[in-house]
């Protein structure tokens, strides 16, 4: 047996599976959880793979980490999605942080990340963290100067994430951020075209909400190409000009793969990603 996930009509990636341990419907769309030999267990929805046990730290400590060590004073975090705990996982790191809102869209995604996947699941019940099951689009519509950091960790811009990767949706988030608040987000891969126009269309979009609009990447090997895009928006701060390196090193986090040298380095962008980016605009 073998989830494949289709980057193209020509192009797909495989994983063998050793168990399927859950497959359902929810009332917004499929989730599945498979344990496989070479990435540990894996959770998928509607087709496409969300995370691996075995990479999934590269995802969560790059969409965390760089932020915090741009804002190391952050305290009220919103993060909309993230449905596996994976994010909320690498905040709760921080004994700074005074509350986290998690908003995820579909309580059933929780459930089972809960009952299967504690690896990523395991800090959901940290006293700072509060739950809410509705559409973060909603939720973030009638917040003004609330939140020093919003962390947008969703699917891809079909189905029941599109929403999140809207103009209106940028901008409240924009009035929802302090002064000094943060935007990240994931926005796709580089490569394959359907993930190249939607990190055009991501980009495009928050630039022309936020004065400070950057792209940074990571190596995902369990994404499409294996090269994956994260936006990096605010008011003001600047992600390589105001890293707090020395602060963040001094926290004494251990990390698997994020470091303060890395951050800098994962602004810088390969040529042809400028282009795409540029040519999106
Ligand atoms: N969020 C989904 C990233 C995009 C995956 N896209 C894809 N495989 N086509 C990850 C959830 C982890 N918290």
């Not at 993060?79 to 995820?104: C, H, K, P």
């Not at 991501?202 to 995902?220: G, L, T, W």
């Not at 994404?223 to 390589?240: C, E, I, R």
């Not at 990603?273 to 605009?281: D, I």
């Amino acid at each position: 047996m073998w989830f494949t996930e289709d980057y193209t009509p020509n192009v797909k990636f495989s994983i063998k599976i050793r168990e399927k341990l859950v497959d359902l419907k929810s009332q917004y769309q499929t989730i599945a959880v498979y344990d496989t030999h070479d990435f540990g267990r894996v959770l998928v929805i509607d087709g496409y793979l969300m995370l691996t046990e075995k990479d999934e730290f590269i995802y969560h400590e790059m969409i965390t980490h760089v932020s915090m060590a741009v804002n190391p004073s952050i305290k009220d975090v919103l993060v909309v999605g993230a449905g596996d705990g994976g994010t909320v996982r690498e905040l709760t790191r921080y004994q700074t942080i005074e509350r986290i809102d998690m908003v995820e869209i579909d309580r059933q995604v929780v459930e089972v990340c809960r009952k299967y996947l504690p690896q990523t699941a395991g800090k959901l019940d940290d006293p700072r963290v509060r739950l809410f099951f509705m559409d973060g689009v909603q939720f973030a519509a009638d917040k003004a100067g609330e939140y020093d950091l919003i962390i947008v960790d969703s699917t891809d811009p079909l189905g029941p994430g599109e929403g999140l990767f809207t103009r209106s949706f940028y901008a409240d988030c924009h009035r929802a951020l302090k002064d000094q608040g943060i935007l990240a987000n994931q926005i796709g891969g580089p490569y394959y075209p359907d993930d190249i126009q939607a990190v055009q269309n991501a980009y495009r979009k928050i630039k022309s909400v936020f004065p400070v609009a950057r792209v940074y990447q990571a190596n995902i090997p369990t994404y499409a190409s294996g090269h994956w895009l994260f936006g990096f928006a605010s008011k003001g701060l600047d992600p390589v000009q105001d890293l707090k390196a020395d602060v963040w090193n001094s926290l004494g986090l251990h990390t698997q793969y994020y470091n303060t040298k890395l951050h800098l380095g994962g602004f810088a962008l390969p040529n042809y990603v400028k282009q795409l980016l540029e040519a999106g605009e």
